[in-house]
Every structure is written in structure tokens, then in C-alpha cells.
């Protein structure tokens, strides 16, 4: 009876030193502080598939007599046209890039035999505690999503409605027809408008709170400062130079089109901004 009460004694302290310890258990606050960074992951690769379909060409480039009746012109040529082969493209690079980043940050962080070493400090050069806390769904990512998706969803829209005459250089296709309908009903250069939503999302969801550019402090450092800046100088002057074009499409569609034209300006009076312009 006497060693029965010893082991007894001897397994309830054994019992409380195990439970005392805390490597024994898991860390709850990293718990909670890990599910909302790795909830962002499945939403980096949904934005980042979002913005390759959105800069994705859904016909061939047009012939160079398609093209002509903007070349003719002074006032129409486009600036566009000459840089798309390698200006498109590059959109979707820098945002896979950027997404792939965040998306190591977040898993290396939670999970450090992951890390490369070298790597790692090369992308976290500052204090990485409490990080991945930081690195989660904001409402500016969130927000920038939802325009990511939009822009998207009305870019789409417009390739559906457009058909093959839909290209991304300015041209009359043979056989074009004024396409007044759907969400050209709405405002003349509906996959313009989408094309700014989605820019203004992609730079809210990519710089915004939350995000590995932010949370990691590379805005503190010169050459994060260089890339940012061009970065979102990429971005703005894409939709610049789309904007560029509406005067210009539109003289060209009013020369082709005519009294069909001037129609469809007074059913559907507004460029680009529903209400505005």
C-alpha cells in the first residue's frame, strides 16, 4: 500500500510539471494570430488569376488594315499599340511576383524550415515579430479585391459582348458593327472603366495595410521606394494612356458610324464614369 501511495504521489507531480510546461501545449495566441495570414493566401492567388484574365487578349491583334483608320490620323494614332507586345505582359509578371512574395512571407513565417535564410531577411528586413498578425485580410485588401473582381468581371463582360470585333488595338474590324447594348449601354467605354477598377484595387490590395510591402516596412528603404514608385507608376500609366484613347475612338466610331453613333452618345451620354463623365 505504501508504494502504491508513493507512485501515486510520485505520477500527480510528474503530471503537473508536464502541464506546467509550455512547450507541451499549443501556443494559442500564434494559433489565432497564423488563420487570418493563411485565409489571405487562397485570395492572393484569386487576385493574381483575376488580373492575368483582365490583361489577357481574348482575339488576335487586328490587320494592318483593320488598324488604318486610326494610323491615317494625326489625332488617333495610338501610343498604346507600339508598346503592348511587352508593356501587357509585364502587368501580370509584377503582380504574380509581388503575390508570390507576400504568399512566401506569410508560409515561411508560419512555418520557418521554410525559410531560405538569406532570402528571407532579403524580404523581411526588419523586426519580423508578431508579423504574421500584421500580414492578414484588411479592409483596404479586402476593398482592393472587390474592385480586383469587378474591374475583372465588366473586362469580361465586355469580350463577351464585343465578340471578335473586342481587340486590344484600336481598330474597324470588317464587318464591325456599334455594339450599344449591355454595359455599353451604360457608359462608350465600359473595359476602360474596368480596367481602373482593378488598377485602383491591385495597388490597394498590394500597398495597402496588411500587405507584405507595408507590414514589412519596405517603403522605409530607398530601393523600396524606387520600386514602389515605379510599380505604381506601371499601373497608373496603363490607365492613362487608356483614357487617352476615348477621345480618339470616339472620332473614329463617329466618322464610321455616323447618325448610329450620335444616337448612341444621346441614349448613353457618359464616356467612362457613370454620372460624371
Not at 83 to 109: D, K, R
Not at 139 to 162: D, E, V
Not at 215 to 231: A, N, T
Request: net charge positive; charged share 15%.
Amino acid at each position: 500500500m505504501r508504494n502504491q501511495s508513493v507512485s501515486a504521489r510520485l505520477l500527480k507531480r510528474n503530471l503537473a510539471t508536464w502541464c506546467h510546461s509550455p512547450s507541451n501545449f499549443v501556443d494559442t495566441h500564434n494559433s489565432m494570430s497564423l488563420t487570418p495570414s493563411l485565409v489571405k493566401l487562397p485570395l492572393l492567388l484569386t487576385n493574381a488569376l483575376l488580373c492575368r484574365r483582365a490583361v489577357q487578349p481574348p482575339n488576335p491583334p487586328s490587320a494592318a488594315e483593320e488598324r488604318q483608320k486610326y494610323e491615317e490620323n494625326k489625332k488617333t494614332r495610338d501610343f498604346l499599340d507600339r508598346i503592348t507586345p511587352w508593356y501587357l505582359p509585364a502587368l501580370p509578371i509584377a503582380f504574380h511576383v509581388m503575390s508570390a512574395i507576400e504568399a512566401y512571407v506569410i508560409l515561411s513565417t508560419a512555418l520557418p524550415f521554410l525559410q531560405a535564410p538569406f532570402i528571407y531577411r532579403l524580404l523581411v528586413p526588419g523586426d519580423s515579430t508578431d508579423l504574421l498578425p500584421r500580414i492578414h485580410v484588411t479592409p483596404s485588401f479586402t476593398f482592393g479585391s472587390l474592385l480586383i473582381f469587378a474591374g475583372t468581371m465588366l473586362r469580361l463582360a465586355c469580350y463577351s459582348k464585343m465578340g471578335p470585333q473586342f481587340t486590344f488595338d484600336l481598330s474597324i474590324r470588317k464587318e464591325h458593327k456599334l455594339v450599344t447594348d449591355g454595359p455599353y449601354s451604360i457608359v462608350r467605354h465600359p473595359s476602360y472603366l474596368g480596367t481602373f477598377l482593378y488598377s485602383v484595387g491591385l495597388l490597394l490590395a498590394q500597398f495597402g495595410s496588411g500587405s507584405w510591402w507595408q507590414e514589412c516596412g519596405i517603403w522605409d528603404y530607398p530601393l523600396g521606394k524606387v520600386m514602389g514608385l515605379i510599380r505604381i507608376a506601371f499601373q497608373v500609366s496603363l490607365v492613362t494612356l487608356l483614357f487617352v484613347r476615348v477621345p480618339a475612338e470616339d472620332l473614329v466610331l463617329q466618322n464610321e458610324f455616323k447618325e448610329q453613333w450620335v444616337a448612341w452618345t444621346k441614349k448613353t451620354p457618359y464616356k467612362l464614369f457613370p454620372g460624371i463623365y
